[in-house]
């Protein structure tokens, strides 16, 4: 189905999503070793991952971690819209990953080409914003207000609940004029979910697929892998890229990830083992691709 993020369409293909590599702005991040502190080094990264094969750069000002508290919009317009401005100028689709509609004005006048909303769309305004700029708008499934901590009683059915708010909210955007090729879905892993509870609503993920918009996926370093491997976020990298490989199974449109170049190694390498892709050229005297050699 098609997808369109301003002056740009997309057709994914099954077994092809869109990689998303995350450029983490703000100060708080759970995953994220190393912090990026200046506009140079964010910018650094960023291109890095698009060298590395990301289709779409997601720039976040303020992580979604509930043990500090959410961020002035100001202060997030000014992590957020310079890197935005020098991305977009390069050609870069960029996403931003913010429920706030002073943030998401701030970053489409920047060249946003989507706003990632992981509030599961608590103000209207952002699909307005998103209509009138024909960027895409991301409709997250959660029931925790933003920054806050909160374990949903689903009542036996976290699926049922998940449709039918995305339903519902998707239906909102709509009301408030975004056509359908700007709408994407997120399932909402770990948002306001146990680990158990994740697992449960991604067994059955056609039937968020059903809903009949593209799929974003955000399985990276989630709290979920780390429940099923037992590792930290730091070595999450094989788990996460079992359910990069799930996800492509799955239908996925976008998988949003930290680990870029791993994840297209990954997807590459699936894709010509199953025939869905011609084995590449390459350096057969390139001693380099089949070994170490010692040094003298």
């Not at 957020?80 to 998401?104: F, H, N, Y």
């Not at 989630?222 to 491997?229: L, P």
Request: proline fraction near 5%; glycine fraction near 10%; include cysteine.
């Amino acid at each position: 189905m098609t997808l369109r993020l301003r002056d740009r369409t997309f057709d994914p293909a099954p077994g092809r999503p869109l990689v998303m590599g995350i450029v983490n702005a703000g100060p708080d991040s759970f995953s994220d070793a190393v912090r990026l502190t200046t506009l140079e080094a964010r910018l650094a990264h960023a291109r890095r991952l698009v060298a590395d094969g990301a289709d779409i750069v997601d720039v976040g000002g303020e992580s979604g971690v509930t043990y500090t508290p959410a961020s002035a919009a100001e202060v997030e317009i000014g992590r957020v819209v310079p890197l935005v401005e020098r991305l977009a100028a390069e050609g870069i689709a960029v996403s931003v990953d913010t429920w706030k509609a002073p943030v998401a004005e701030a970053a489409l006048a920047a060249g946003a080409a989507m706003i990632n909303d992981t509030s599961g769309l608590v103000d209207v305004r952002l699909a307005e914003l998103c209509a009138r700029t024909g960027a895409a708008l991301v409709v997250m499934h959660t029931r925790a207000a933003p920054k806050q901590e909160h374990f949903a009683d689903y009542h036996g059915d976290v699926v049922g609940d998940v449709i039918g708010f995305v339903r519902e909210r998707c239906d909102a955007a709509r009301a408030a004029g975004l056509a359908d090729e700007l709408l994407v879905l997120d399932p909402g892993p770990d948002f306001a979910k146990t680990p158990g509870e994740t697992v449960e609503v991604l067994r059955a993920i056609e039937k968020v697929a059903a809903l009949g918009r593209p799929l974003l996926l955000a399985v990276s370093r989630k709290y979920f892998v780390g429940a099923i491997t037992g590792r930290p976020p730091a070595g999450r990298l094989a788990g996460t890229l079992a359910a990069v490989g799930w996800a492509a199974d799955a239908g996925a449109a976008i998988v949003r990830v930290h680990d870029v170049a791993e994840t297209v190694d990954f997807l590459r390498v699936r894709r010509v083992l199953a025939g869905d892709e011609e084995m590449p050229a390459f350096d057969a005297e390139d001693d380099g691709l089949k070994w170490i050699r010692a040094r003298g």
